[in-house]
């Protein structure tokens, strides 16, 4: 963390000069599948490990941010990555980088480069940091497919103020010659997708168009025009999870994978903090009454995913524990969620230096609608909710740094 002033600062220079001093590890790495979006690029990638490892398939993947330890984020041959590993991995970064300056997405990325390069497998499953022209994941000149997941308003400081801008950024991924998988969109940020993609002759496979996915009496439908698969549904909840595994199963189809492989995709995967139902911890067992979920989407996207699914789930009393940071649009995360909260618990997140204070976030639930309290923690947010309503349904929300302490605390 002290090797940069900044914590993110976009450009691929310093990648390039350390990758170069560690021997272009991002040369030797296994087949790619490059996956950038605002929303679902975290389960439609582990959608993808699960179909590529259900036919015995060794897989890399790469994913960011952790929850509650940094091994998460390196995924080498299908197992996290071991302390051992990691630390001479980042001893060996470290060295050849020589103390010039690079941000600790960088290096790291770095590292997981070369665990990659130095281990057999058979593919290697790469997921955007922040954007995708300009993040580092982004050197790999021929991957073998690109994926670009729903594109919505985050990030702005970064990736641009409109729609248009911020699509242009995730349409970096795209290769000249590669396919892509184009997942729903609105028509402002397709727009820029297909202009991109014409412009380097890439493939592409848009919802809508060339795939479509849809639920229909209980089950998962996915048609292309090589034909149609009947699923379960997803194994992560929620309604937004069908595009997800739409998404996933268009790139298994392309890749050559069979009917197998893509039920496996939608059953069993597994990805924390996203609608996750807590079921066991010191958490759960101090409101034993309480049905007590997770989850870590923190833009208005992500609030919109969060009502349609609690809109699904059988009625009961729903109070939502939030903790978001100041950098997110936390009207616009509450906005939907209005309707579906009989309160809201606010509580700043621990140990994070860009946490909105829990006050801060009481007053935007209340503009919104939403009745609203100040917490001194999730534990004591849980107390209060339990004393007063033991059977009532519990969401903590807002963030995934929240998530990783709550996953933390809970063991």
């Not at 976009?10 to 991002?26: I, K, Q, S």
């Not at 389960?43 to 952790?66: C, F, K, N, W």
């Not at 290769?175 to 890439?202: H, S, Y």
């Not at 496996?264 to 996750?276: I, N």
């Amino acid at each position: 963390m002290g090797l940069h002033p900044k914590i993110i600062d976009l450009t691929l220079d310093r990648v390039h000069r350390l990758l170069a001093a560690l021997g272009h590890p991002e040369l030797s790495l296994p087949p790619v599948i490059h996956v950038a979006g605002t929303n679902g690029k975290g389960s439609t990638q582990a959608m993808i490990r699960a179909g590529l490892e259900q036919a015995g398939d060794r897989v890399h993947a790469y994913t960011s941010p952790h929850l509650a330890r940094f091994h998460e984020r390196i995924r080498v041959a299908g197992h996290l990555i071991s302390e051992p590993a990691l630390m001479a991995l980042l001893d060996d970064c470290e060295a050849a980088n020589g103390g010039h300056p690079i941000t600790f997405f960088e290096i790291t990325t770095c590292a997981a480069f070369l665990a990659f390069a130095r281990n057999a497998a058979d593919w290697t499953l790469l997921e955007v940091g922040l954007g995708g022209r300009l993040d580092a994941t982004n050197v790999v000149d021929q991957p073998r497919l690109t994926i670009i997941t729903p594109v919505s308003i985050d990030h702005q400081q970064y990736l641009g103020e409109t729609l248009a801008e911020i699509a242009g950024e995730k349409a970096g991924i795209i290769k000249r010659g590669v396919p892509c998988v184009v997942g729903p969109q609105e028509e402002e940020g397709l727009a820029v997708i297909e202009t991109r993609a014409a412009r380097l002759g890439a493939p592409l496979f848009i919802h809508g168009q060339h795939w479509h996915a849809f639920e229909e009496n209980g089950r998962l439908i996915y048609q292309d025009e090589t034909g149609l698969l009947d699923l379960p549904l997803p194994n992560l909840p929620g309604p937004h999870q069908i595009q997800n595994a739409g998404a996933a199963v268009a790139a298994l189809r392309l890749l050559g994978r069979d009917a197998a492989a893509c039920e496996a995709a939608v059953s069993r995967a597994e990805w924390p903090a996203r609608m996750q139902r807590l079921r066991t911890g010191p958490l759960v067992e101090s409101a034993p009454e309480i049905e007590l979920w997770l989850d870590g989407g923190h833009n208005p996207a992500g609030g919109q995913a969060v009502a349609a699914t609690l809109a699904r789930l059988p009625a009961r009393e729903t109070h939502l524990i939030c903790g978001m940071l100041n950098t997110k649009d936390v009207r616009g995360y509450m906005r939907p969620l209005a309707g579906h909260a009989a309160k809201l618990w606010a509580v700043s997140i621990p140990g994070e230096m860009n946490t909105l204070p829990a006050e801060a976030t009481r007053d935007a639930a209340a503009a919104e609608g939403i009745p609203a309290e100040a917490a001194a923690s999730v534990a004591a947010a849980l107390a209060a909710i339990a004393a007063r309503t033991p059977q009532a349904r519990v969401l903590i929300c807002g963030s995934l740094y929240l998530a990783g302490q709550v996953l933390k605390e809970n063991g």
